[in-house]
């Protein structure tokens, strides 16, 4: 079904079911943030709520998730229970068991995804929004004005905040519209907690990091004067005792770059399955490139999974890249 934020109102309002909240694998502070704000608003209104997530959550964004826990697929014990699925813009992506996902009576997506394709029984996307969280906010807005009653505290409000700004990149990237500082003066008014959330996520980066960057750095490549790749290796990541899932700051190093259109960072998961992050600056779509690999995402940052060696992939990705710039007109 079409996008329509009322529906999905109208549904959570009228249904006796259980709810479970789930975003994507590789958690980044817009899919917490929007879930963790759904899970509190859920359980303001009374409603029976689980959050499950068959991934770790990243060092800088645990402070986020201190109070409550996050479940695995098989620790879920439901049977009546429609799934939110929030800043998802695959259904394949969605981090939790295929039987959870298959027994649900109903899958409203709530995303932000150039690449969405309305896989849910109520959607509302909207590709322009800043974040998922933008769009959990007109949601809970749209809510609180119907009812007249507030939903939107503290803890609901610094959640969204987390995802509008680690989505803008701090409110620069394009997706960083009016309504985007809009919406952040009124999460400031009713709570968020924009000290904290900014030196935990931006300025608690530990020394470990640094000496992965470090060595990260020493891989970057640069071709034609406008792809820029880094590479990070599983032993870098073993070496240096940091995490999957705690290096990915480290993509914007690679856009950032005077001249550069693409940047590329390139992630060794295991052997043969490495994972693609995709930023660019001012034309060129990646989104579209990353679709070409089954992956996806935004005009601006997108991923994808490529099964093969850390040198194989870069190979192919760079070539995919080469190509689309070639493709794009020069304005
Ligand atoms: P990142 O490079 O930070 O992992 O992801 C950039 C954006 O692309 C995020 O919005 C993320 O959800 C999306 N993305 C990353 N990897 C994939 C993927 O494999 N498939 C899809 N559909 N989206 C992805
Ligand atoms: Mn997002």
């Known amino acids: 079904m079409k996008n329509n934020i009322n529906n999905i109102i109208k549904y959570l309002k009228g249904s006796n079911d259980d709810f479970?909240?789930?975003s994507h694998i590789s958690p980044d502070g817009d899919n917490i943030g929007s879930t963790l704000a759904m899970y509190y608003a859920l359980n303001k209104l009374g409603k029976n709520v689980s959050y499950v997530l068959d991934d770790n959550t990243p060092q800088n964004l645990k402070f986020l998730v201190e109070d409550i826990k996050i479940l695995k697929s098989e620790e879920v014990n439901l049977n009546n229970y429609s799934i939110i699925a929030l800043d998802c813009g695959d259904k394949n992506r969605i981090c939790l068991s295929q039987e959870l996902l298959n027994n649900a009576k109903k899958i409203i997506c709530i995303d932000h995804h150039a690449s969405n394709d309305y896989y849910g029984d109520f959607n509302y996307i909207d590709i322009d929004a800043s974040s998922t969280c933008e769009l959990v906010y007109n949601l809970l807005m749209e809510y609180e004005k119907s009812e007249s009653k507030n939903i939107i505290d503290e803890d609901i409000a610094t959640c969204l905040y987390t995802g509008l700004v680690t989505d803008t990149g701090n409110f620069v990237y394009s997706n960083t519209h009016p309504s985007s500082f809009e919406m952040a003066k009124d999460l400031l008014l009713k709570g968020a907690k924009k000290d904290t959330i900014?030196?935990?996520?931006?300025?608690?980066n530990p020394y470990n990091y640094y000496k992965l960057l470090g060595e990260a750095l020493n891989t970057l490549d640069i071709v034609d004067g406008k792809i820029a790749s880094i590479m990070i290796t599983k032993e870098m990541l073993k070496r240096n005792v940091i995490s999957f899932n705690d290096v990915d700051g480290i993509t914007s190093y690679t856009r950032d770059i005077e001249g550069v259109e693409v940047g590329i960072l390139l992630k060794e998961k295991k052997e043969n399955e490495v994972k693609v992050s995709l930023r660019s600056k001012n034309y060129v779509d990646v989104?579209?490139?990353a679709q070409s690999f089954n992956g996806g995402?935004?005009?601006?940052?997108a991923g994808c999974t490529i099964y093969s060696s850390v040198e194989d992939a870069k190979k192919k990705i760079v070539e995919a890249v080469v190509k689309a710039l070639q493709g794009e007109k020069y304005e």
Do not use: D, L, M, P
């Not at 900014?198 to 608690?204: E, R, T, V």
């Not at 995402?297 to 940052?301: F, L, P, S, T």
């Open 198 to 204: 900014i030196q935990k996520i931006f300025q608690s």
């Open 297 to 301: 995402g935004h005009i601006r940052a």
């Open 287 to 289: 989104s579209k490139i």
């Open 20 to 22: 479970i909240v789930t």
